[in-house]
């Protein structure tokens, strides 16, 4: 049997063997920020009076566009079914809100209804130093800035997270929880059963305790 | 004419608020004494330098967007390690990450010597920890942190890493017994 320092000195060294120094990275990192930053700044002020009267332009023609689409859908309504995905978070965004979908729900979707009021806003996971959380509001979720959004249905006591990330085919599936919640505690615990046949396997490994950061 | 900032020298209590404030040679100070430990804690957990090398990339450009959360008085490194960390989680949570990388995690690795073999035997029990738990032993073990910043990293208290580190000791010496008969 090995002590545990005899231990902790293989277990530095088994994962050295796989990592390679990489001096380089600070650099490479240095310039991703750089870029992302500029970008950033880009996306706010523009690239010259050229480029921002193009930009000018360019933001009536969507807003005329947006407008008439709006009108329309208003008027046509409405076999859109609401999914968040994570390509509408503006990537240069240095705060992040929320915004639940309307309350539209898909046919094809577990039986439930929309979050309740104290299901509904912002939970931060307790068991790591996530700057992650869990949002919840609507018929949608969003779990980290960029990570996993979709839709959610509520059932009594069932909490269904739905997202097209569940299946390499972009079919949507879900993942079924359990859910208390306590003065500003959620728990979600998982559904032995959940993530099987046509609804892919999602595993988002939800399960565990929440504290409440913000209504809607 | 460029001033280079040097995170030492002017102190995380200066920078952060430059950094804060849109000063981008303040946030590369904060950043680049870190860069290091926040590759080997990416490749201690997903055990691929690429991977890692992607995962410290996406996680300091996520700290530079989100550096208006971090509170006054938290330290820079636990605060980056646990947005690494928690990518590291994303990225094993993640379909295509599962079915590249989990789907399989008992593939045989090239035979390599006996004390080579040896590790290879080891990384395996590591991969079979649980997030958590490899968390920990990485930060304390690896990345040689005090339990007082582990237990920060972690978001709990110093009781509880101690003891949830014995176990994680525990599980995976089982795992390298079985492994052994």
């Known amino acids: 049997m090995t002590t545990d320092s005899e231990l902790r000195r293989r277990f530095v060294m088994a994962i050295d063997e796989v990592l390679p120094p990489a001096p380089w990275l600070a650099s490479q990192v240095g310039d991703a920020v750089q870029r992302e930053r500029r970008g950033a700044r880009r996306a706010l002020e523009g690239g010259g009076p050229r480029l921002r009267l193009a930009a000018g332009a360019a933001a009536i023609l969507i807003t005329v566009v947006a407008v008439t689409t709006l009108l329309f859908s208003v008027g046509l309504h409405n076999r859109t079914v609401p999914n968040p995905s994570r390509n509408q978070t503006p990537l240069a965004s240095p705060t992040y809100t929320f915004t639940p979908s309307p309350a539209v729900r898909a046919a094809s979707w577990p039986p439930g209804g929309t979050v309740p009021e104290q299901l509904a806003g912002c939970w931060q996971p307790k068991l790591l130093a996530s700057t992650d959380t869990l949002c919840l509001g609507g018929y949608s979720f969003d779990f980290g800035q960029d990570f996993i959004s979709g839709n959610v249905v509520v059932n009594g006591s069932e909490i269904d997270f739905i997202s097209d990330t569940c299946t390499a085919q972009a079919t949507y599936g879900y993942d079924r929880y359990h859910y208390t919640v306590t003065g500003g505690a959620l728990v979600l615990t998982k559904f032995p059963t959940s993530n099987t046949g046509a609804w892919g396997n999602c595993g988002w490994r939800l399960q565990g305790s929440y504290t409440k950061l913000s209504s809607p | ?181």
């Not at chain 2, 009781?159 to 949830?164: M, T």
């Open chain 2, 1 to 181: 004419m460029t001033t280079v900032v040097n995170a030492l020298a002017v102190g995380e209590s200066e920078l952060v608020p430059r950094a804060k404030a849109g000063d981008q040679e303040a946030f590369s100070a904060l950043l680049s004494p870190l860069i290091g430990s926040a590759y080997r804690l990416a490749g201690a957990m997903l055990h691929d330098r690429h991977a890692a090398e992607d995962i410290v990339q996406d996680s300091s450009i996520k700290a530079w967007r989100k550096l208006q959360q971090l509170k006054a008085g938290t330290e820079m490194r636990p605060w980056f390690l646990g947005i690494v960390a928690n990518e590291c989680r994303s990225a094993r949570r993640t379909s295509w990450w599962s079915v590249l990388k989990l789907a399989n995690p008992e593939r045989p690795e090239p035979p390599v010597g006996d004390s080579l073999a040896a590790f290879a035997d080891l990384r395996r029990a590591i991969r079979r920890l649980r997030h958590r738990r490899r968390l920990l032993l990485v930060l304390h073990w690896y990345l040689d942190l005090p339990l007082a910043e582990v237990a920060a990293i972690a978001g709990s208290s110093q009781d509880a890493v101690k003891s949830e580190l014995a176990r994680a000791v525990r599980q995976l010496r089982d795992m390298l017994l079985v492994g052994e008969e």
